[in-house]
C-alpha cells in the first residue's frame, strides 16, 4: 500500500523558512518523479514543484523559483521542501504526491497517489 506521510508544516513569520519532509512507503521510491502540490484557500490546487525520480531533474512554479528548494533522499525515501523568503501567498496546505512517471511534469493527472497534507502559514 502506497503510504505518503508529510511532516514540516507550522506557522512561521512572513520572510521566514521552513523544512517540509514527505516519508513514502509502499513502493520503490527510487523509480518514480515526486511532486509537491498546494492547495490555497479559495483558489484551488496550485502544483509547486516536482523531481524526477534520481533527483537530477527538478521543475518549479514560477511562484515559488528562487524561494523553494525541491530534494529527495532514496535511501530514507524521503523527499524535501526547503521553503525559504516565505510570504502570506505561501499560507496553504501541501501535499505530497507520488507520479506514475520517472520524469517530473506538472500535470496533476499524473499525480496518483497523495498524501494527506500538511498545513503551512505564514503570518505576522
Known amino acids: 500500500e502506497v503510504q505518503l506521510v508529510e511532516s514540516g508544516g507550522g506557522l512561521v513569520q512572513p520572510g521566514g523558512s521552513l523544512r517540509l519532509s514527505c516519508a513514502a512507503s509502499g513502493f520503490t521510491f527510487s523509480n518514480y518523479a515526486m511532486s509537491w502540490v498546494r492547495q490555497i484557500p479559495g483558489v484551488g490546487l496550485e502544483w509547486v514543484s516536482g523531481i524526477d525520480s534520481g533527483g537530477a531533474g527538478v521543475r518549479y512554479a514560477d511562484s515559488v523559483k528562487g524561494r523553494f528548494t525541491i530534494s529527495r533522499d532514496n535511501v530514507k525515501n524521503t523527499l524535501y521542501l526547503q521553503m525559504n523568503s516565505l510570504n502570506a501567498k505561501d499560507t496553504a496546505v501541501y501535499y505530497c504526491?507520488?507520479?506514475?512517471?520517472?520524469?517530473?511534469?506538472?500535470?496533476?493527472?499524473?499525480?496518483?497517489?497523495w498524501g494527506q497534507g500538511t498545513q503551512v502559514t505564514v503570518s505576522s
Open positions: 504526491a507520488k507520479s506514475g512517471l520517472s520524469i517530473a511534469t506538472v500535470a496533476l493527472s499524473d499525480l496518483g497517489y
